[in-house]
């Protein structure tokens, strides 16, 4: 089993940044991806990125490329979203997610964090 932890989100102004941190635990030696999701409200949820843990090949849903980072730190367990100039779109509860491949569906992942909430204001 694989415990995932978010943290980082929280309350930002229209083209601000923030960055969301992911923090593994547990048999993380069987995690080839790991991925961001986010769920607005009434929607489904929907991939934002994705990394390949071990070489750090990186995917990103195409409204955010350009604004969005992926990035890990393999040995604190960690994946990082750095979420730079934010949009009004942006808001929603951002899922982090691990499994033995990367994907943009969700499917594919077998363990989910709790979620952290972003919000964007004027």
């Known amino acids: 089993q694989v415990q995932l932890v978010e943290s980082g989100g929280g309350l930002v102004q229209a083209g601000g940044s923030l960055r969301l941190s992911c923090v593994a635990s547990g048999c993380t030696f069987s995690i080839y991806a790991m991925g961001w999701f986010r769920q607005p409200p009434g929607k489904e949820r929907e991939f934002v990125a994705a990394v390949r843990w071990r070489i750090s090949t990186t995917y990103y849903t195409d409204s955010v490329k350009g604004r969005f980072t992926i990035s890990r730190d393999v040995a604190k367990n960690t994946v990082y979203l750095q979420m730079n100039s934010l949009k009004y779109e942006d808001p929603t509860v951002y899922y982090c997610?691990?499994?033995?491949?990367?994907?943009?569906?969700?499917?594919?992942?077998?363990?989910w964090g709790q979620g952290t909430q972003v919000t964007v204001s004027s």
């Open positions: 997610a691990a499994g033995p491949l990367t994907s943009k569906n969700q499917t594919a992942y077998d363990y």
